[in-house]
């Protein structure tokens, strides 16, 4: 069973940047797509940003694009968000998800990744 781990979480300042990272545990392979999931209070989760690491597909949503890059490094089964510009509103909880094959549509869809890992703790303060 894979497990993921994601770390880098922490405060900064508006404007500030931070990189993520989400460390998979077992096996992967060509169809695997990660993804980037957050989740403010009092908020639903949403998509951040996903990839196909032996693709090199990637998809964001529109809030964080030009901002955010998502990248992997398959020898080490890690994949990673570099966040810049933040903003307050991106403040929450941060988590990885694995799931079998994305496309431009459903990568966004929380309900179809079934591997999430704990989360790690954004906060952009102004």
């Known amino acids: 069973q894979v497990q993921l781990v994601e770390s880098g979480g922490g405060s900064v300042q508006a404007g500030g940047s931070l990189r993520l990272s989400c460390a998979a545990s077992?096996?992967?392979?060509?169809?695997?797509?990660m993804g980037w999931f957050r989740q403010g209070p009092g908020k639903e989760r949403e998509g951040v940003a996903a990839?196909?690491?032996?693709?090199?597909?990637?998809y964001f949503a529109d809030s964080v694009k030009g901002r955010f890059t998502i990248s992997q490094d398959i020898a080490k089964n890690t994949v990673y968000l570099q966040m810049s510009a933040l903003k307050p509103e991106d403040t929450a909880m941060y988590y990885c998800?694995?799931?079998?094959?994305?496309?431009?549509?459903?990568?966004?869809?929380?309900?179809?990744?079934?591997?999430w890992g704990q989360g790690t703790q954004v906060t952009v303060s102004s």
């Open positions: 077992g096996s992967t392979s060509s169809s695997t797509c």
């Open positions: 998800a694995q799931k079998i094959w994305c496309d431009s549509t459903d990568w966004v869809n929380p309900d179809e990744y079934n591997i």
């Open positions: 990839i196909l690491p032996y693709r090199g597909r990637t």
